[in-house]
């Protein structure tokens, strides 16, 4: 297996020298950038494993960023904002970002979290094909991919984990707080929120594609994955 490569993006030059050095430290590659063009250049010429990305920039914010790289590539993204709030986490999350990291943060966390993603969304070298199938509905998790009657769907790595543990689980109710163990893992400090950004996402994507299945909301509690006789 290569080396990681990690594409830091800050403002900061002190923030990027820093990430740069620990991470480069854990064996990682890295490249640094410090304003949204200068970002968007070095993720083409660079084809980095994952970006870190500020959200407040000069020229191109994260969030333009975020969509830029979403429109070609799956590639980790993991947001970095100075704003503790739940609208900027959403937001990033909405947009397709893998996971936030609010500032001030712990170095050690912010390599944990890089760590944690890469292992999420590496796709494995051997071992049985992960997939399930319903009418008009294949969920792909050895390579990622997601077909709705037959199309392949782009769909970010989180979304496709949780849609594939729902769809493996079909008719067992998850409440929030088990989706986000289960499915992002014991090093994910999120929150509940979370889980509902990505189900409607998943739903604009799914919704409609047959009547023998459904993902359905169980109120005030969670969600399932129904199928239909």
Avoid at 27 to 42: M, Q, S, Y
Avoid at 120 to 138: C, F, H, I, Q, W
Wanted: charge should be negative.
């Amino acid at each position: 297996m290569g080396v990681n490569k990690v594409l830091i993006v800050d403002d900061d030059s002190n923030i990027c020298n820093l990430l740069r050095l620990y991470l480069e430290k854990e064996g990682f590659e890295t490249a640094t950038a410090e304003d949204g063009e200068k970002a968007l250049e070095l993720f083409e010429s660079e084809k980095p494993d994952l970006v870190l990305l500020d959200i407040m920039l000069p020229k191109l914010d994260g969030w333009q960023i975020c969509r830029e790289i979403r429109k070609t590539s799956q590639c980790p993204i993991i947001m970095i904002t100075a704003k503790d709030e739940t609208f900027d986490k959403v937001l990033g999350l909405e947009l397709g970002a893998d996971d936030y990291i609010v500032k001030p943060f712990e170095t050690k966390e912010v390599v944990a979290r890089v760590r944690a993603v890469l292992r999420r969304t590496s796709t494995p070298e051997a071992g049985p094909v992960k997939e399930v199938r319903y009418d008009n509905l294949v969920i792909n998790l050895t390579n990622y991919e997601l077909k709705v009657k037959g199309e392949l769907i782009s769909t970010p790595p989180k979304e496709l984990e949780l849609l594939y543990h729902l769809a493996s689980n079909p008719n067992q109710m998850f409440s929030r707080d088990q989706l986000l163990d289960e499915v992002w893992g014991f090093d994910y400090c999120g929150e509940s929120r979370t889980i509902d950004v990505h189900i409607k996402r998943i739903r604009e994507k799914i919704d409609g594609a047959s009547d023998k299945w459904e993902l359905r909301t169980v109120w005030a509690r969670g969600y399932k994955f129904v199928t239909i006789e």
